[in-house]
């Protein structure tokens, strides 16, 4: 398991769908005002294919990348489900393993506690 120290440090991207522009800048809007992600990057709609509870479905969505820490990454999925109106949103993340030194401080320095 990881110090407090280097969750901090750990520069994680988290991966979101909206189903609509709103609720997209909404969740990105919450994010950066509580100081839970650096950033949030919200795309152009795309279109979404996937199986639920058995049946394939199609839908257009609005991506959300969002910046953040690990230290951080527990509140974002907090607020996300909070705000999102789906049953199980799409809330996946992965480490940044390389960057520009001072982009990924800049996103460290954001999400302090």
């Given amino acids: 398991m990881s110090s407090p120290f ?10 979101c ?3 609509d522009a709103d609720t997209a800048r909404a969740i990105a809007r919450r ?20 199986r639920w509870k058995g049946e394939v ?3 257009d969505e609005i991506p959300l990348l969002i910046k953040t820490t690990a230290a951080r990454q527990r509140a974002v999925q907090e607020t996300i489900a909070r705000l999102h109106p789906y049953e199980v949103p799409e809330i996946i993340a992965v480490p ?15 999400t302090k506690n």
């Avoid at 994010?31 to 996937?50: K, M, R, T």
């Fill in 6 to 15: 280097e969750a901090a440090r750990q520069v994680v991207l988290v991966f």
């Fill in 17 to 19: 769908n909206a189903p």
């Fill in 31 to 50: 994010l950066v005002e509580d100081g839970v992600a650096a950033c949030v990057n919200v795309g152009a709609p795309v279109l979404s294919i996937y």
């Fill in 57 to 59: 479905e199609s839908a």
């Fill in 96 to 110: 940044v393993t390389e960057g520009l030194p001072a982009y990924l401080d800049w996103v460290r320095q954001e």
